[in-house]
Every structure is written in structure tokens, then in C-alpha cells.
């Protein structure tokens, strides 16, 4: 009998359906649940009106305009249904949502299947990713990149 394999390589076999069906959702959908609840006070709050909620530190601070800035005026406005405004309030924002509804979905799905969900992206694609988000940064912050403001 051959010895098993080294435990690193098991963590990659899909596991066997466990328990019952709410089981396997619980998870997913008390972080849809949380998820909602923080939107729908984001839309019920709205964040251009001062005194809701605390000023970003680093744009206190020193002026500048962190990658969130503008996070929240996104996604009240996304919820709201006004895209512009979302995208112009932070782009890099409104794609994160979208990003988190479609892997929530994969998520939900796999999870309802009794599949673990594995999403390992390859350095390439992480690196990208901070870079384009440095790069906003980056061009927010300069004075012709003043469209960017939040």
C-alpha cells in the first residue's frame, strides 16, 4: 500500500458533501445578510451630509485621497440606482461590488453543491491589481486628476 499523500496536497480535493442544506448556506448567507445590513444603513445614512460618519484619517491628515475615499458616497449612491454618481464618487469601489456579488453567487452555489470554494489567483493578477490601484491613487491625487476626487 502506497503512503499517502503529504497533507498540503489534500487540501485541494473538493470535500464531500457535509449535513443538511441550510448548513452548507449558513455561512454565505450570513455574509449576504451582513453585507446587506451595512448597505441598506449606507442607503438609509447618507454619507454627504456631515457628522454620519468619521473623515477619512489620511485625507485629514495630509490631504491626500486614500483608494476608499469616497467609498461611501459610492455605494450610497449605487444603491440608490444612480451609477455616475457611484463611479465618479470611487470606480474602483462600484467594481469591488460587483466583484463581491458575482463570487458571492459562485460561492452560494458551490457551497449549495457541497463544494468548497477555491479561488486562488495567480501573483500576475494580484500584482495588477495593486498596481491599478496605486496607479488611481496615484492620478487622484494630481492636480489633472482632479475628476477623480470623490
Do not use: E, K
Not at 463544494?115 to 498596481?131: D, E, K, M, N, Y
Amino acid at each position: 500500500m502506497p503512503p499517502p499523500p503529504p497533507a498540503r496536497y489534500l487540501a485541494f480535493a473538493p470535500a464531500p458533501p457535509q449535513g443538511n442544506l441550510f448548513r452548507r448556506l449558513l455561512t454565505p448567507v450570513g455574509v449576504l445578510g451582513s453585507v446587506a445590513a451595512a448597505f441598506a444603513y449606507v442607503g438609509s445614512v447618507d454619507p454627504n451630509q456631515p457628522g454620519h460618519y468619521p473623515a477619512c484619517p489620511l485625507l485629514r491628515l495630509t490631504g491626500l485621497y486614500c483608494p476608499g475615499c469616497g467609498g461611501l458616497r459610492s455605494a450610497h449612491a449605487f444603491i440608490h440606482g444612480d451609477l455616475v454618481t457611484a463611479l465618479g464618487a470611487n470606480a474602483p469601489a462600484v467594481i469591488g461590488y460587483v466583484a463581491f456579488a458575482v463570487l458571492w453567487v459562485v460561492w452560494a452555489v458551490r457551497a449549495a453543491r457541497g463544494q468548497p470554494l477555491r479561488i486562488v489567483p495567480r501573483p500576475a493578477v494580484l500584482w495588477s491589481a495593486g498596481a491599478l490601484v496605486l496607479i488611481f491613487t496615484i492620478v487622484r491625487n494630481l492636480p489633472f486628476g482632479g475628476w477623480l476626487h470623490p
